[in-house]
């Protein structure tokens, strides 16, 4: 269908807390510097679970949520010359022009490319127009630049992560977020080193990444920490050598760990829930002198975090983390490699499954359930 309108199926968020629409859209061919998708399989992360409930300060509706997905490319818009019909590729909400004028493309201290970051914020492609029609023929506005919780959907060229076409798509889909979020706050953000003690706040995927990753570098103690007890078993399994139900505390979480687990606190702390109070507590028990507390989890519009200032003061440090730190066309495809070679098991995170895009409610009452890591929408 090259150069044409295709109609297929996408479930709609029509408006904040109401459950998605399973309707036929109309998704428009890929303009110049676009690329349009066929959607393969499409995980949830909790970030679309967050901007359906109305949390997210530039949601908008109606729209199509999903940005965690395995793509096999359909056509491809004017220019465009990374990608080509039968690609796999798996968006990425964090894209990287790679031009040899991005400062922040070609600085080795982030991943943040801005180029497109505007319009994707506005939930438009760069040219300010959408891709999407409703059978009224009304435009739906696009989410994360990926916008796959539909059968097919258009990206730009430069959030296209081109990938081996061995790996499996259903599974490859978890490196488009959460996971490669996990692993990278660990391995670029805070390049936690050997021997080093880290905390794990909130067990979710993104959370066991943190896990997995802190044990693939030596880590000599891993905390893990969430109020749902059912999930210390699977941050064990990935090499937790604490697990602390901090619901079940008779005192602050960090005043247990750095007083009663640890003498000063740990190396590194990890947020992965998305509560300001916990990003308190998990800065709060870094190690005086020099621990690092790493944000990764999303915290609702207009909530903040604060603390004393003589936290820092006394040393710690307080930072965050888009993605993992990695810039995603030259990392994901590396991801997915070593994967491949065995390196980086992750079926672990993969605890449901489901086929055709209208059981992606479905995914999203079973993330609600909380015995939910990764579900996974197969189209
Ligand atoms: P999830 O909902 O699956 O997991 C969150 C975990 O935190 C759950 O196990 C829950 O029980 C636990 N939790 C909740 N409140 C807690 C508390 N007070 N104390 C301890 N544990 C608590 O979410 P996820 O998909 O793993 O994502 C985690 C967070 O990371 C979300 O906020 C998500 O939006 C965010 N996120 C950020 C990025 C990024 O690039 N920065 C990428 C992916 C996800
Ligand atoms: N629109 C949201 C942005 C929240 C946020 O921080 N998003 C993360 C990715 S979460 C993926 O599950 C991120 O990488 N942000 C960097 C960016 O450029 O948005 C809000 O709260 O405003
Ligand atoms: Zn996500």
Redesign the pocket.
Known sequence: MVGKPIKCKAMVARAAKEPLTMEEITVDPPKAGEVRVKVVANAL???DT?TLEGKDPEGLFPCILGHEAGCIVESVGEGVTTVKPGDHVIPCY?PQCAESSCIFCQSPKTNLCPSIRGTQGKGVMPDNTVRFKDKNGNPIYHFMGCSTMSEYTVLSEISCAKIAPEAPLEKMCLFG??VS??LGAVLNTCKVEPNSSVAV????????AVVQAAKMVGASRIIA????AS?FQAAVDLGATDCVN??ELDKP?QQYIAGDLTQWGVDYTFD????T??MRAALECAHRGWGTSC?????ASGHEISTRPFQLVTGRIWK?????GYKSRTDVPKLVRQHLDGNLPIDHFITHVFHGVEKTNDAINA?HA?N???AVVHY
């Open positions: 992360c909790h970030t967050y964090t977020c959460g979020t996990g706040f909130g067990l979710g995927a993104v959370g066991l920490v969430d109020i749902n999930k901090s619901a979480v992965c829930t998305g509560n109070s916990v944000v990764i989890g999303v915290a965050g983390t888009a993605f993992g993330m909380g939910c890591l990764r």
